[in-house]
């Protein structure tokens, strides 16, 4: 590994560290959240508390239009109704006729799975955080269905209608509710009206929001990881900031919006594209046990004369990005509504790799029931195989570079002057070609794992599989590893200690060693001095990493350590197996051979490297010229 190698390698590794950077708030930036969150979270507890006790009352009358055709339900039953197959439980609050609470029956939160509990389910979806207002315009007034109690019919296991008639019973407002199967996640929710064209307006205005619940263990992770999501029709998928607050309007109209957490998310479908979407994230306080308050709000196109009504749909399930891709056929509208873009799985290079490779291996591996461990062993190994022989070219083109040091070092001998430095960098290049030696081969590895480096980054924290699979010391690979635990946060390090982490980091010192090692092979002790500073951020890397690494997913880490562990194995068996004499011998023979074509010249990125140092030759002696006529004037 040469110094461009090492060019090279600072410049990945600047990456990685502004990628870490602009993503990181300020302490300010912090401060001033912390106590915004406070606030936000002590008047949303102060509400949550009156809407328990307004919720306590089984028939409640409210303060509403008693002129409504409907001011015969402003009281009623609010004993929830409730549709359930083998994936998921729904309840449903006849007041507003809204689903207000989803049970996830084959999940777990961290507390119940770490508690041991085997019967718990995981809420999803709560009626203590969230809230649905559909806002219609009945007689030309404001009406919102919420404040009305609908009443169910033709109620099955896994379907409704929940109605809401006049007195007379034959103008109706009806919402239905159906189980897309009895192994879905997914719900067809219709809107009609009967009798109802010149009461109703058309459009529903739609105010959706919701306090997302901490369900894994690392509030700082799966913070990370949440976000709002909703699909412009035109621009495809947006993202709402994962870091602070913030707010967004949609330029387009809008064919789904999510709200999305790690591995969990809540999404609503419309047939027809909705309108006016309005979109806003804020970040709950570290330690509430929440994570984020989402609100979105939206115009539903909707005709009271129309007997078919407006199809939306709701999807409340695991974010597993081939069976959201799966999903296609059983969503609304003809077109593919990329539900699977709600995992996130890096940037297009990144993506295109996790997308194409990493998910299909990962996947075919996880059906063949190996333990999760296993499977990024596997994949680590399938990976290291595949950059095998770009590995070892990198190398063997080190080793030539370390058995021509001396012809490199006689070269520096005779051109020991600054001014000579063009010339001796041109016989470098002819000597590296005769030889047939190209000291840019060391970087071709580096071009090859960087991409493949940074897509694991983001898919092992997005591999659903890896949630609470345990593996020695690491009791769910999908968040850290916690070896050692104090109570308060340390600055930079968190409130423990991951031991995958740390393994992962000694292992880049150490394989960072290895590489430095080979690279002063190849150098004179002149460069070797001008290469200390990189030098060192090489090795001052690792604690950068440690830091930013500890409160990552012990997958991700375990990972890291086993990849760079491999690599350090690879160059110890590449270093082995590599008989310096019988390389020389090679170069020699390659010498020989070019010895009658002493105007050999140098081939590709060497060639081109040459041209540019003749062009700047040719560049300082115009100057020098110029610099002399101005001396004589």
């Not at 490199?408 to 051109?415: M, P, R, S, T």
């Not at 390389?583 to 070019?594: G, M, P, S, T, V």
């Amino acid at each position: 590994m040469d110094k461009n190698t090492i060019i090279g390698i600072v410049l990945m590794v600047l990456v990685l560290v502004g990628f870490s950077y602009f993503n990181t708030p300020s302490e300010e930036e912090v401060k001033q959240q912390k106590e915004r969150v406070e606030r936000q979270q002590k008047e949303a507890e102060e509400a949550k508390k009156a809407a328990l006790a307004q919720k306590a009352k089984q028939t409640q009358v409210v303060a509403v239009d008693t002129t409504s055709i409907f001011r015969n339900a402003v009281t009623g039953d609010a004993t929830p109704v409730v549709l359930e197959n083998k994936e998921i439980k729904v309840s449903i609050n006849p007041k507003g006729g809204n689903i207000t609470r989803v049970e996830l029956k084959n999940y777990k939160n961290y507390q119940d799975f770490n508690n041991g509990k085997q019967d718990a389910s995981l809420l999803l979806y709560n009626d203590s955080t969230t809230e649905i207002k559909l806002e219609y315009q009945l007689g030309g007034k404001r009406f919102f269905a919420g404040d009305y109690y609908f009443k169910p019919e033709n109620l099955t296991k896994n379907s409704v209608d929940m109605v809401l008639a006049d007195e007379t019973g034959t103008r109706r407002l009806v919402y239905t509710y159906k189980l897309k199967a009895d192994d879905s996640f997914l719900i067809d929710f219709n809107i009609h009206a009967e009798n109802m064209k010149a009461d109703l307006g058309e459009g529903i205005a739609i105010t959706w929001q919701d306090t997302v619940k901490q369900q894994e263990k690392g509030w700082y992770f799966e913070n990370r990881y949440s976000t709002l999501t909703y699909k412009d029709t035109k621009e495809g998928t947006e993202v709402l900031n994962e870091v602070g607050n913030d707010e967004e309007t949609a330029e387009n109209d809008v064919d789904w919006i999510a709200f999305k957490n790690q591995y969990f998310s809540s999404v609503l479908l419309s047939e027809q594209p909705m309108k006016k979407g309005v979109f806003e994230s804020k970040e709950m306080a570290e330690n509430s046990g929440k994570l984020k308050h989402f609100r979105a709000t939206a115009q539903i196109p909707f005709d009271p004369s129309n007997a078919k009504g407006t199809q939306l749909q709701y999807y409340f399930g695991p974010n597993k990005y081939l069976y959201l891709r799966s999903l296609d056929a059983d969503l609304l509208g003809e077109k593919s509504q990329d539900l699977e873009e709600l995992v996130d799985l890096g940037w297009p290079l990144f993506k295109w790799i996790n997308r194409f490779f990493t998910v299909y291996v990962f996947d075919w591996l996880t059906k063949l029931g190996l333990h999760m461990a296993l499977v990024l062993l596997l994949i680590t190994i399938l990976l290291r195989v595949i950059v095998y022989y770009p590995n070892k070219k990198s190398y063997l083109s080190s080793a030539k570079m370390r058995v021509l040091k001396p012809k490199v070092d006689e070269l520096n001998a005779k051109y020991p002057n600054k001014e000579d430095a063009m010339k001796k960098q041109q016989e470098m290049m002819t000597l590296y070609s005769q030889y047939g030696v190209s000291p840019m081969g060391g970087c071709l590895p580096m071009l090859i794992q960087m991409p493949i480096w940074i897509a694991m980054f983001n898919f092992v924290p997005n591999a659903f599989e890896l949630r609470q699979q345990s593996f020695l010391w690491a009791e769910d690979l999908s968040t850290y590893d916690s070896v050692i635990s104090w109570g308060s946060d340390v600055w930079l390090i968190g409130d423990h200690l991951s031991l995958f982490c740390l393994l992962f980091c000694v292992t880049n010192v150490v394989y960072s060693l290895i590489m430095m090692r080979q690279q002063q092979s190849t150098m004179s002790s002149e460069q070797q001095q001008q290469m200390k500073i990189m030098q060192w951020m090489m090795l001052l890397m690792p604690v950068f990493f440690f830091f930013m690494f500890n409160k990552y997913s012990s997958g991700l880490n375990f990972y890291y350590f086993i990849s760079l562990l491999f690599g350090a194995l690879t160059m110890w068996y590449l270093r082995r197996s590599t008989d310096d004499a019988k390389l020389l011998a090679e170069l020699e023979a390659n010498y020989k051979n070019n010895k009658n074509n002493p105007e050999k010249r140098p081939t590709g990125m060497a060639a081109r490297l040459a041209k540019l140092q003749e062009q700047q030759e040719e560049l300082r002696k115009k100057q020098a010229e110029i610099n002399k006529r101005k001396e004589k004037k």
